[in-house]
């Protein structure tokens, strides 16, 4: 029979090793918590960021939550990371929550939210607002906006009213984000033209051969509606989980990146595979993101997510 002392030491040293995994993190850290407010693009982002931290050893939950509650939940320590917030169109969230939250890089730029064209109808020379009333009769004078009610559609209707760009007598067909785009994938079937909502990140950069409009910036603001994603995290996170913060500190994203994800999203693949998938296709990535990061138990990161990748 084993001594009790023997007993112990052997118990001790099973409990160790069966802890090892997750002793380099605190265990509030071991579980990574983020928000999405169910964008495509931000389900891509949440995607890459968990594939690579469940391959170093951590866990993810993410919870589908309107941008105010992301926010407010944040706030309550609820929340650890945001990957989507995007600037100017939030900063009355950034303003009253500034103080609960910690900014930790522009994850994102260049992004576009504007009316957009067909490739032929960019080259015939429709490149700007003032541009659309001369086709005036090719476009059947409508634009193609989104779903009914939405502040985008809503400011092409007040440029209508205003007859703004000498578009008075044009229409905005309201018909939600899905029906819109069925709608511009049958006119470049037919190569006919339309002018429609048009916004990057998104698959619509991949699938269409498509061009942004100028002269947009009294409605959609300049540089075609142009805006930049930050990632956030709760306050103190930082110092609390500082190897995730530094995976988030290195983590940047591309348009090109988001759109081909996002593609292979709508093409039936979970955002986790699609993630997996462009990272074996572009390992190159890694070796930035994982400077300075390790496992849970302070082993390579590189090391371990190229293994979990099988690169």
């Known amino acids: ?14 409990t160790a090793a069966a802890g090892s995994s997750l002793a380099a993190v605190p265990e509030q850290c071991q579980t990574v918590t983020m928000t999405d407010p169910g964008w495509t693009d931000i389900g891509a982002t949440n995607g ?7 391959a170093l050893g951590y866990q993810t939950d993410i919870k589908m939550l309107a941008v105010p509650i992301g926010f407010e939940s ?3 320590d609820e929340i650890d990371v945001f990957l989507g917030n995007w600037m100017p169109a939030q900063a009355a969230f950034m303003k009253q929550y500034q103080a609960h939250l910690d900014i930790i890089r522009t994850n994102l730029e260049g992004v576009k939210f504007t009316l957009a064209v067909p490739q032929y109808a960019y080259d015939a020379g429709v490149h700007d607002f003032a541009d659309l009333e001369k086709f005036a009769d090719e476009f059947g004078e409508r634009i193609y906006g989104i779903g009914v009610g939405s502040a985008s559609n809503q400011m092409l209707m007040d440029m209508i009213e205003k007859n703004d760009f000498g578009l008075g007598d044009w ?3 309201e018909s939600g984000e899905q029906a819109m785009l069925s709608q511009v994938a049958r006119a470049v079937k037919r190569e006919q033209f339309i002018a429609f ?11 269409f051969d498509m061009a942004y409009l100028t002269g947009g910036d009294d409605y959609f603001g300049p540089n075609f509606g142009s805006a930049t994603i930050h990632t956030v995290t709760r306050k103190g996170y930082g110092e609390e989980c ?19 994800v996002i593609a292979m999203t709508d093409e039936g693949m979970s955002a986790n595979e699609a993630a997996s998938k462009w990272l074996k296709d572009n390992p190159a990535v890694l070796d930035t993101w ?19 990748l099988g690169l």
Do not use: C, Y
């Not at 890459?48 to 469940?54: D, E, G, K, V």
């Not at 909502?197 to 699938?207: A, C, F, K, Q, R």
């Not at 913060?245 to 348009?255: C, D, K, V």
């Open 1 to 14: 029979m084993m001594k009790p002392l023997k007993q112990a030491l052997l118990a001790t040293i099973v």
């Open 48 to 54: 890459m960021a968990s594939t690579i931290l469940h």
């Open 74 to 76: 944040l706030k309550n």
């Open 171 to 173: 229409r905005v067909v």
């Open 197 to 207: 909502l048009g916004w990057e990140p998104h698959p619509m950069n991949v699938n």
């Open 242 to 260: 500082g190897n995730v913060t530094q995976l988030l500190e290195n983590m940047e994203f591309t348009l090109d990146m988001e759109n081909t």
């Open 290 to 308: 994982l400077e300075g990061v390790s496992t849970t138990s302070g082993q390579s990161g590189l090391a371990a997510v190229k293994g979990a």
